[in-house]
């Protein structure tokens, strides 16, 4: 399980970060429509229809626990998935593009909600063999409404690209193709891009690496942040790539659970 958390203090303008994500073995797996058990962390859809997350992990690379709850409570469920790719092999789903989340953590003490936002990816097989490299964007507008736009390359070099409203109905509208931006590249000259009418301003790097950022834009025309990744999947492949991941991702053999 993937956890990252940030904060940036009143009027500052550097965000502190936590970030933990282990690999473990098949062993400490288990899984049901209702559930997913990933070691000592879980999540479950409730007899209420809302997801609650359970989570016990340690960040890294300096060791430090995160543990408590997260209860999201779904809004808008348009209920449609769409495919990645010709074939079909890789789908993604907006599962509710509109949410509610509430944190509550003993480690660190730290208690908040406020907006969410859940979606699902899910394939046959391992990315980088039918994708070179995408990038993804959220955006909340007004009336209840989220603006997402999720753009690929495929491995034979020709693209394909979701640019969608939801409104508070669930009701999904493509919209044309706005113009494509460059961004400036992260600090491991990762090159990223996205599209808007106008150039969007890049607010803050939350996370950077070798082949994945994750950005906050703002829209200079509607006012709105985006939440922003970029992913080169030809870099993930990489050898000095693939020897690092276990500094970021460390591994546990079963029954290594905490």
Same mark, same amino acid.
């Given at each position: ?7 940036c ?12 994500m ?27 229809? *809302?997801?609650?997350?359970d ?33 079909? !092999? ?12 509430? +944190?509550d953590?003993?480690?660190?003490? !730290?208690?908040?909600?406020? &907006?969410?936002?859940? *979606?699902? /990816?899910?394939? &046959?097989?391992?990315?980088?063999r ?9 955006s909340?507008?007004?009336g209840q409404?989220?603006?997402? !736009?999720? &753009? ?11 640019t969608? *409203?939801?409104d ?9 193709l706005?113009?494509?931006? *460059?961004?400036p ?17 890049? @607010? ?28 080169? +999947? ?10 690092? @991941? ?10 290594r /659970?905490?």
């Open positions: 399980m993937n956890l990252s958390l940030y904060r203090p009143p009027g500052g303008a550097r965000y502190a970060r936590m970030w933990a282990t690999e473990r073995s098949e062993q400490a797996l288990q899984c049901s429509q209702q559930h997913l058990q990933i070691g000592p962390s879980r999540l479950a859809w409730g007899a209420d229809g *809302d997801l609650h997350i989570f016990d992990e340690w960040t890294c690379p300096w060791p430090r626990r995160l543990r408590g709850h997260i209860h999201l409570q779904t809004q808008v469920l348009p209920g449609q998935d769409f495919a990645l790719d010709d074939a079909g !092999l890789h789908r993604w789903q907006p599962i509710s593009p509109r949410a509610r989340i509430e +944190l953590l003993n480690a660190p003490r !730290l208690r908040w909600q406020g &907006e969410a936002y859940l *979606d699902a /990816n899910r394939g &046959e097989r391992p990315l980088e039918d994708f070179n490299a995408w990038s993804w964007s959220r909340a507008l007004s409404r989220s603006r997402l !736009l999720y &753009e690929l390359q495929t491995r034979d070099g020709t693209g394909r690209a979701l969608l *409203d939801i508070a109905d669930g009701r999904i509208e493509s919209r044309p706005p113009p494509r931006w *460059d961004l590249a992260t600090r491991w000259g990762l090159p990223r891009s996205s599209r808007a009418e106008q150039p969007p301003e890049l @607010l803050a790097t939350l996370e950077s690496g070798p082949f994945y950022s994750r950005s906050l834009l703002r829209d200079p025309l509607e006012g709105t942040v985006a939440v922003h990744e970029s992913l080169s +999947l030809q870099r993930f492949s990489q050898p000095w790539v693939q020897a690092m @991941l276990p500094f970021r991702m460390p591994r546990r053999a079963a029954g /659970n905490a």
